[in-house]
C-alpha cells in the first residue's frame, strides 16, 4: 500500500471537492482502514531521522504543533512540493539563501 498520493484518498478529495462530503468520507474510511490492516505490524513512519517518537504520529505531530518551528519529516515532501511552485515565481533564487540544517538520521539511513 502506497501512502503518498494514495488513489483512493485522492478520489476521495475529488468527491469532497465536488461536494459529496458522503461519498468522500466513505472512501476515506476505506483507506483508513486499509492503512490499519496494512501497517498494523509494519512501520509506516517514512522519517529517516534518529528520534524516540518515530512512528508515534500523535505525539510527533503534538511536538511540533507546540514548538512551532518546523513541521514533521513526513511532511515536508509534500509542502516542500507546494514550495516549489512559489518558489518558481523568483525563478528558485531563493534556494540561493537557503542553507539546510545538519540532521541526525537513523542508523539504516547514516550510512555508517
Known sequence: MIIENNPKELEAMKE?????RAEGLRLQEEFAAQFREEYREKDHCPCQKACRYHGNCKECVAIHRAHQEHVPNCMRGMLNKKLKLLSELTEHTLAN???PPKEVL???????
Open 106 to 112: 537513523r542508523k539504516e539511513f547514516s550510512g555508517k
Open 97 to 99: 539563501e537557503i542553507e
Open 16 to 20: 469532497f471537492h465536488k461536494g459529496n
